[in-house]
């Protein structure tokens, strides 16, 4: 069964920081670009960041960048996604999603379940 498993999330006070992690079974990430997505009540889903294949290539959204910081270690099939000086406003379940390609396409076909983010004090 081909599957994606976020881990990581949790309780945080503002200004506080975690590492999410995306881990695969069923298949190698290191053909795929993953992204690192989040939603919020009532909001729609928002791209968070996204690494290519060889994580040579970055890219994220304006409301996170130069807080989150994206990274990938396919010997061991994971994709991370490090958080810091986080804010009420990141509160969200986040999904990683993996696309066909090996660059960052903006298609994605596996998705995880998600794991909740809350920043609160």
């Known amino acids: 069964q081909l599957q994606l498993v976020e881990s990581g999330g949790g309780l945080v006070q503002p200004g506080g920081s975690l590492r999410l992690s995306c881990a695969s079974s069923?298949?190698?990430?290191?053909?795929?670009?993953i992204g690192w997505f989040r939603q919020a009540p009532g909001k729609e889903r928002e791209g968070v960041s996204c690494?290519?294949?060889?994580?040579?290539?970055?890219s994220y959204a304006d409301s996170v960048k130069g807080r989150f910081t994206t990274s990938r270690d396919n010997a061991k099939n994971t994709v991370y996604l490090q958080m810091t000086t986080l804010k009420p406003e990141d509160t969200a379940v986040y999904f990683c999603?993996?696309?066909?390609?090996?660059?960052?396409?903006?298609?994605?076909?596996?998705w995880g379940q998600g794991t909740q983010v809350t920043v609160s004090s």
């Open positions: 999603a993996a696309g066909p390609a090996f660059y960052c396409s903006g298609s994605y076909y596996y």
């Open positions: 069923g298949f190698a990430l290191d053909d795929h670009a």
């Open positions: 690494i290519s294949s060889s994580g040579g290539s970055t």
